[in-house]
């Protein structure tokens, strides 16, 4: 039996639908219904069960084919014009709006009338700025009758600069699992909202679901607008009261984000991250390891203004407990520090303009930065972080923080191979005033504070220092990684 011509169906417009039915004992599909809707609009939708918004507002074209096979089983085979339509992933910073391309394909699989699985998933789109979505070879699994996804598989997801191979997304009890084969990830607009959200501390929002990522190889992970890492190791654990549990990356920083230094050109540079529980699920631990540190922050984005220097930084939480003080021991030795506003007012204050100079030039050279610091739900504070170079040695105490972006340093600068130099060559003399080799007679403390992105700063010069002083902040040159910081160190800044 053959049945055509147009219908209303749910005060929806059918312009042509054909319904064929068989009645043979052996027919293997026993019921095919062809319909065309020009267009299904979002509040039809809704009047149908199927509500959209807000991923997909506006008018829809569909061709649908249903079919009933012997026995429980039936199929939709769906063919969805998109172009009308905004379709819209605000988590991925990605929004195609009406008019652009669209399509998306899909079969739906159902056993006694209730949806059971989606297979032959395939999705493209054009977002307005042109990245494209595209998802090939999809497949899903639905319990509840439908109303609950199990398990996610795609051979292919392109998503703005995510280009991912073989991924698998897997209902657990508390969230879910995530596996990717391979490809580029870009984390950008997920990082950016999840600092939107911790910056937002008095919100009253939802917990996620749990995630657990599986060691996953990637060939680049985005951090920013041109800042990614290549050849990655990828892991992550977040919780069920939000906390990320676990994180591992490991990989390398491109050569372009590396030393500028000639006689340091080469390859990319391997660093290693972790942060999770420590042996036994005790206390977690932060491990970093940076054959180039600057290269390493750079491609990280999160800093720009030091050039090479191998990094080296542990950490340990207080307890158990996801809220846990981390303490956490810094060593970064032979750096350049370049283009660092804060510390060019520093030193243009203290008028050692020669050294601003160098710092805007090739940069200024350190052999060590070392200290302790303490990150404690969202701020960083620290007792003494010193740094010693050739030409200038520094240090810093105080605290910055991150969710507020605001900081309150303080710390001392010494000119330790220019002005000091002066007096050390002086016979006899220098050596009364200045204390030595590594040591000095001139410094001023400075004060930084305010907010993050344009802080206050302040300086003061330090006068009638006794000699040999400068033995707190350098330690002797040698020695310097067994030395212990002076707990006299740095000197109180005077209050005029």
Do not use: C
């Given at each position: 039996m053959t049945v055509t011509g147009p219908v209303r169906l749910g005060g929806v417009q059918v312009e042509e639908m054909t319904w064929r039915e068989r009645f043979e004992a052996d027919a293997e599909v026993v019921t095919q219904i062809d319909a065309e809707v020009p267009a299904l609009s979002a509040p039809a939708r809704a009047r149908l069960g199927v509500e959209t918004r807000p991923y997909l507002d506006g008018p829809v074209g569909l061709d649908v084919t249903y079919r009933s096979f012997r026995g429980a089983r039936s199929s939709v085979r769906l063919g969805a014009d998109l172009s009308p339509a905004r379709v819209a992933l605000e988590a991925a910073q990605w929004v195609k709006p009406p008019g652009n391309p669209g399509r998306l394909d899909a079969t739906l699989n159902l056993e006694d009338g209730a949806p059971v699985a989606l297979t032959e998933v395939e999705a493209?789109?054009?977002?307005?700025?042109?990245?494209?979505?595209?998802?090939?070879?999809?497949?899903?699994?639905?319990?509840?009758?439908?109303?609950?996804?199990?398990r996610v598989q795609l051979a292919e997801l392109r998503l703005g600069r995510n280009?991912?191979?073989?991924?698998?997304?897997?209902?657990?009890?508390?969230?879910?699992?995530?596996?990717?084969?391979?490809?580029?990830?870009?984390?950008?607009?997920?990082?950016?909202?999840?600092?939107?959200?911790?910056?937002?501390?008095?919100?009253?929002?939802?917990?996620?679901?749990?995630?657990e990522l599986r060691p996953s190889d990637l060939r680049r992970v985005h951090f920013a607008r041109d800042r990614y890492v290549e050849n990655v190791t990828l892991s992550a654990r977040r919780g069920s009261e939000g906390w990320w549990r676990a994180i591992r990356i490991a990989g390398e920083a491109p050569a372009r984000f590396a030393h500028k230094d000639a006689g340091r050109a080469g390859g990319a540079r391997p660093f290693d991250l972790s942060y999770g529980p420590g042996p036994n699920d005790g206390p977690r631990q932060l491990k970093v390891h940076a054959a180039d540190s600057g290269a390493m922050l750079r491609a990280l984005n999160i800093y720009?203004?030091?050039?090479?220097?191998?990094?080296?930084?542990?950490?340990?939480?207080?307890?158990?407990?996801?809220?846990?003080?981390?303490?956490?021991?810094?060593?970064?030795?032979?750096?350049?520090?370049?283009?660092?506003?804060?510390?060019?007012?520093?030193?243009?204050?203290?008028?050692?303009?020669?050294?601003?100079?160098?710092?805007?030039?090739?940069?200024?050279?350190?052999?060590?930065?070392?200290?302790?610091?303490?990150?404690?739900?969202?701020?960083?504070?620290?007792?003494?972080?010193?740094?010693?170079?050739?030409?200038?040695?520094?240090?810093?105490?105080?605290?910055?923080?991150?969710?507020?972006?605001?900081?309150?340093?303080?710390?001392?600068?010494?000119?330790?191979?220019?002005?000091?130099?002066?007096?050390?060559?002086?016979?006899?003399?220098?050596?009364?005033?200045?204390?030595?080799?590594?040591?000095?007679?001139?410094?001023?403390?400075?004060?930084?504070?305010?907010?993050?992105?344009?802080?206050?700063?302040?300086?003061?010069?330090?006068?009638?220092?006794?000699?040999?002083?400068?033995?707190?902040?350098?330690?002797?040159?040698?020695?310097?990684?067994?030395?212990?910081?002076?707990?006299?160190?740095?000197?109180?800044?005077?209050?005029?």
């Open positions: 493209s789109a054009v977002a307005q700025d042109g990245k494209e979505l595209r998802a090939t070879s999809g497949s899903a699994r639905l319990s509840d009758g439908g109303r609950r996804l199990q280009d991912l191979q073989e991924l698998k997304l897997s209902r657990t009890e508390t969230g879910w699992s995530a596996e990717i084969g391979g490809g580029v990830l870009d984390l950008a607009p997920y990082l950016e909202t999840a600092l939107a959200g911790a910056r937002d501390s008095g919100a009253d929002v939802d917990r996620p679901p749990t995630l720009d203004s030091i050039e090479g220097g191998t990094m080296r930084i542990d950490g340990t939480a207080r307890s158990s407990s996801p809220s846990s003080p981390l303490d956490v021991q810094v060593r970064i030795s032979d750096f350049r520090l370049v283009d660092a506003p804060t510390m060019a007012r520093i030193l243009t204050l203290g008028s050692f303009t020669g050294i601003r100079n160098v710092m805007q030039g090739e940069g200024i050279t350190f052999q060590s930065l070392t200290g302790k610091v303490v990150y404690d739900r969202g701020q960083l504070t620290t007792d003494l972080l010193h740094a010693y170079g050739s030409a200038l040695g520094v240090t810093l105490q105080g605290a910055v923080n991150l969710d507020s972006e605001e900081l309150d340093l303080s710390g001392v600068v010494v000119p330790a191979a220019s002005t000091n130099r002066v007096l050390g060559n002086i016979p006899v003399l220098g050596t009364l005033l200045t204390g030595g080799e590594g040591q000095g007679l001139f410094a001023v403390s400075y004060a930084v504070t305010g907010a993050l992105g344009e802080p206050n700063v302040s300086v003061n010069p330090l006068s009638a220092l006794a000699p040999g002083f400068l033995r707190g902040l350098f330690g002797r040159l040698g020695d310097l990684k067994q030395s212990e910081p002076n707990p006299d160190w740095p000197p109180k800044r005077p209050n005029n």
